[in-house]
């Protein structure tokens, strides 16, 4: 098999976000569209790098019409205000929301069309312009990842777009912006990052160079993310988090996902509901479907994440990986059904339909079919 | 602190060097030049080359008057070829050397002026051509690297050039490739790659980005070194030996290296000895002198080794990497003294003075003082 990976420029580290400015230039950027949300604005890193912007002696036009699970036509808004202010690169800041829009509307820009024809993998066609990512929630990975998802606002689902041409140029990651964030969303977003390792690990296009990275990401969230769940000002805890994620997102571009994602978009497309929550729910239930596919893989993430395997089966230490999933997710407080968050039963199957059709389940370890999605949605709820 | 890292786009696998012709047209070339040595000609991997760059439909020129431990006339001379055939990109396929003047040209043909005018850190002002760098040695890991290591012919010493512009657009590692290794040159380039993954691993400026591939690159040498020197058709030591050398090259790309590296370049701009035996023999007596500077570093190490360290300190532990690095240096045959290999006392003072001048010297762990390189080689002598 032909393994192949790529990942951005990183930069990483406490205050790296006022790098942003001079990095754009380093691209032969003048005039950036910076992409962000209400959000990191009220949070002030909207700020912090537009000071850096002008220190670097750059233009810039800000458009922060986003939500939560953002949609297609708010990234087609983006694309008009790229052209009518005539940018030449784009910053995105925040979390998988923004910066999945930064990277649609730089799809539109140089490819035209709508966000839709580019769903699915490698679809776009022309060059993107010079991307800056910098994230601010430690969960989505995109500020390195190969992906963008985006909800279809007429069909209510979300398009997963898979492309080398989505790898930002640069991606900059400042732990120091985590501070902001309140326990609630710290929670959703490690355990999205958790579940970028675990999902990634046991993809069947994990290759001995994104293993390294999912692994130590697990290790990493089972050490850090209770503290940092615990506490805002636990700057150690933020920092590892962020490598956390940096490196689970690293893992998932070019290893690809699997049912989680999968189901988890169809809900997103639906449902106003963090994305890190849906995943929370679903993770231990896809676990335990995917045991039989894995168990030596199943057996390392006990391991990792530090659970005494010692006179155990294979098998018997994969499971031991499901319970603590379950118990670090009790720990920090997040959803223990979908039920709670709004979901109704009556919509399963056809949200198992569509995540049968999402580009994440081509890689998840077992065979699965459109009953056993329903059954794992059951379960969930 | 802030930590970067860079890599190229990736391609890993057995017949991935029939991709080379895809990727120059990926990147826009229409005629490449293809800068190879001897050696890799002889072994039928030109023309493997050749052939891809054929059913791409590309113009290709080649150029091949390429030494060991490779000088600055022959870039220059490469630069001309490119010139004068009008390319538009360019092919490294070989070990070190032919990679390292595969960027040296690089350099040259968009900069002009001399390779000297590049030593050191960051001394590149202009873009390079598109370059696409195929491996075949498991060793120098310059096919990912942010390094060029270039001989000043008139000084007879060799130049360390480093710069984020030598990361080649797409690294071709092919392990099939290295079938054709003799047994000497398997043992000195694996060495080689243990000491970039050692060097990197307690550099001052490795991260937790690079770590990990350090870590991992170590585990694999101390698994498949000794089983891929036994055999030349042990294709899953040879693919895993392979990875270790890619993993040790993103790790040092970005931790840069130390004292072993330092001393060797200036070794290298002297004599024609192999850059891995050269480094093999100074290795344990550089990690004898490091140990003092990263305790807990060296016991990880040794552990990684497969060392077991139960009951010991830290410190003792530490000593067991030493002592394993040693031994595995002689399983495999590797030279064991420098004046076996033809140096000479005399010229130690000069080889130190330089030694402490490389840019490599700056990430070693420990403080060191010119009295203490010449001491170094005095042991290794």
């Given at each position: 098999m032909i393994?192949?990976?790529?990942?951005?420029e990183?930069?990483?580290?406490?205050?790296?976000?006022h790098?942003v400015?001079?990095?754009?230039?380093?691209?032969?950027?003048?005039?950036v569209?910076?992409?962000t949300?209400?959000?990191?604005?009220?949070?002030?890193?909207?700020?912090?790098?537009?000071?850096s912007?002008?220190?670097a002696e750059?233009?810039y036009?800000?458009?922060?019409?986003i939500?939560t699970?953002?949609?297609?036509?708010?990234?087609?808004?983006?694309?008009?205000?790229y052209?009518e202010?005539?940018?030449?690169?784009?910053?995105?800041?925040?979390?998988?929301?923004?910066?999945?829009?930064a990277?649609?509307?730089?799809?539109?820009?140089?490819?035209?069309?709508?966000?839709?024809?580019?769903?699915?993998v490698?679809?776009?066609?022309k060059?993107?312009?010079?991307?800056?990512?910098?994230?601010t929630t430690?969960?989505s990975?995109?500020?390195?990842s190969?992906?963008?998802?985006?909800?279809?606002?007429?069909?209510?689902?979300?398009?997963?777009?898979?492309s080398?041409s989505?790898?930002?140029?640069?991606?900059?990651?400042?732990?120091?912006?985590l501070?902001?964030?309140h326990d609630?969303?710290?929670?959703?977003?490690?355990l999205?990052?958790?579940?970028?390792a675990?999902?990634s690990?046991?993809?069947?296009?994990?290759?001995?160079?994104t293993?390294?990275?999912?692994?130590?990401?697990?290790?990493?969230?089972?050490?850090?993310?209770?503290?940092?769940?615990?506490?805002?000002?636990?700057?150690?805890?933020k920092?590892h988090?962020?490598?956390?994620?940096?490196?689970a997102?690293?893992a998932?571009?070019?290893?690809?996902?699997?049912?989680?994602?999968?189901?988890s978009?169809?809900?997103?497309?639906?449902?106003?509901?963090?994305?890190?929550?849906?995943?929370?729910?679903?993770?231990?239930?896809?676990?335990?479907?995917?045991?039989?596919?894995?168990?030596?893989k199943?057996?390392?993430?006990?391991e990792?994440?530090?659970?005494?395997?010692?006179?155990l089966?294979?098998?018997?230490a994969g499971?031991?990986?499901?319970?603590?999933?379950?118990?670090?997710?009790?720990?920090?407080?997040a959803?223990?059904?979908?039920?709670?968050?709004?979901?109704?039963?009556?919509?399963?199957?056809e949200?198992?339909?569509?995540?049968?059709n999402?580009?994440?389940?081509?890689?998840n370890?077992?065979?699965?079919?459109?009953e056993?999605?329903?059954r794992l949605?059951?379960?969930?709820?």
């Open positions: 393994n192949k990976f790529v990942m951005p990183v930069i990483f580290g406490h205050n790296s976000l790098q400015g001079e990095s754009c230039i380093r691209l032969g950027a003048k005039n569209l910076i992409v949300d209400q959000g990191v604005m009220e949070a002030g890193w909207a700020d912090v790098v537009e000071k912007c002008k220190s750059l233009s036009t800000s458009f922060n019409e939500t699970n953002p949609k297609d036509y708010e990234a087609e808004l983006g694309a008009n205000v052209v202010n005539e940018c030449d690169a784009i910053i995105g800041i925040g979390g998988g929301s923004a910066i999945d829009v990277k649609a509307v730089a799809i539109l820009v140089t490819n035209g069309g709508t966000i839709s024809e580019y769903e699915g490698d679809q776009i066609k060059p993107l312009p010079p991307l800056i990512m910098a994230a430690a969960g990975g995109s500020e390195v190969q992906f963008s998802v985006i909800v279809d606002s007429k069909k209510k689902k979300k398009m997963t777009i898979i080398k989505l790898v930002p140029d640069i991606a900059i990651i400042d732990p120091l912006t501070s902001t964030k609630h969303l710290t929670a959703s977003t490690g999205d990052v958790l579940t970028h675990i999902e690990y046991v993809s069947v296009a994990a290759t001995a160079l293993e390294v990275y999912s692994r130590n990401a697990i290790r990493l969230v089972s050490q850090y993310l209770r503290p940092s769940v615990a506490s805002k000002l636990n700057k150690e805890a920092e988090m962020a490598m956390a994620s940096l490196q997102g690293l998932f571009s070019n290893a690809i996902l699997g049912a989680v994602h999968a189901m978009h169809s809900v997103g497309g639906r449902y106003p509901m963090l994305h890190g929550d849906v995943n929370a729910v679903l993770l231990p239930h896809v676990m335990e479907f995917n045991l039989l596919a894995a168990p030596q199943f057996c390392d993430i006990a990792l994440l530090g659970e005494h395997i010692g006179g089966s294979v098998y018997e499971k031991k990986a499901i319970e603590h999933v379950k118990q670090l997710s009790l720990d920090i407080g959803p223990q059904s979908l039920s709670e968050m709004g979901l109704e039963e009556k919509i399963i199957r949200l198992s339909c569509l995540a049968l999402d580009a994440c389940m081509i890689t370890p077992r065979d699965i079919k459109e056993d999605v329903e949605f059951h379960q969930a709820l």
